[in-house]
């Protein structure tokens, strides 16, 4: 686990778009596992400048989104679809027929996780996951004691979950969906690279837990510290809860420049 502290989100935010396209300039047929909510939406916006000012082609890339709410139509202005849409896809050139995001009206729930997790393999795996982690801990919509081992499912969502995301829906956390579709751990862990990101003092109890803390699955994004490959990128504010904060920035100054935002 690599942890970098940038001052303020923006900073992690522009260093997380920068490998993401690095890695697709030297893959186009990248597959990328997208992430929705707050925290990636600095990061969407880099990409959408690079592709506009800088000609970066994801004309060849795919992408998997992580989750989707049950019972939602893709056209519901909440759900991941619709995020998807207005804060990334309408904006670069992703082909329509390489984007993959769960269907959250399914009618054959079991069967389409299935198919999820078959797409995903023949599409040669995910070569960067981007990750965002909830207060309780949470990445995708795997919920605390979530199994290590899990694939593409249905999650009810905690009512920690609830009431975080009931930002979205008038603030009322009864109109967020209960159910939810979301990659599993185990789907996330065979990712060949994972970047999360989490800014603000609300995920600096999680992130400490996650980074410095024992793994368990009451924290699902603890499993990250067996991830051969993930780094993780904050602000100074979700950082302020790690012990050895001054140890990360420290690694960090002192890497050779090649190795700094790779
Ligand atoms: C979103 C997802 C979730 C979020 C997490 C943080 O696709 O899978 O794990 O990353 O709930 O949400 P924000 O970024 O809104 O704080």
């Not at 047929?29 to 082609?57: F, K, W």
């Not at 027929?97 to 389409?112: A, C, L």
């Not at 009864?174 to 751990?185: E, Q």
């Not at 990250?224 to 990360?248: C, G, V």
Request: hydrophobic share 35%.
């Amino acid at each position: 686990m690599e942890v970098v502290i940038k001052q303020a989100s923006e900073d992690a935010c522009i260093a997380g778009a920068r490998i993401v396209a690095r890695l697709v300039r030297e893959k186009p047929t990248a597959v990328l596992g997208l992430a929705t909510g707050g925290t990636p939406l600095p990061l969407y916006c880099e990409l959408i400048r690079m592709h506009r000012d800088e000609g970066l082609d994801f004309s060849r890339t795919t992408t998997f989104n992580l989750d989707e709410y049950l019972g939602l139509e893709p056209t519901h202005p909440q759900s991941y679809h619709h995020f998807m849409r207005e804060n990334l896809f309408d904006a670069i050139n992703i082909p329509v027929e390489n984007r993959h995001i769960p269907d959250g009206m399914t009618s054959d729930v079991p069967g389409f996780c299935r198919d999820y997790e078959r797409r995903i393999r023949d599409a040669g795996g995910i070569d960067l996951q981007i990750l965002g982690i909830g207060s309780d801990g949470h990445i995708g919509f795997n919920e605390p004691v979530s199994s290590f081992a899990s694939r593409t499912r249905i999650k009810t969502l905690a009512k920690e979950t609830l009431q975080d995301n009931a930002r979205f829906f008038d603030g009322d956390p009864d109109k967020v969906p209960r159910h939810c579709i979301t990659m599993g751990i185990g789907t996330i862990m065979d990712a060949r690279r994972v970047l999360l990101l989490a800014f603000g003092e609300s995920k600096s109890r999680a992130v400490a837990g996650m980074t410095e803390g024992p793994v368990a699955s009451v924290l699902p994004a603890s499993i990250l510290q067996h991830h051969p490959d993930a780094k993780i990128l904050l602000d100074n504010a979700a950082a302020s809860e790690l012990k050895r904060a001054d140890y990360y920035r420290w690694v960090y100054e002192n890497k050779p420049d090649w190795q700094r935002d790779a």
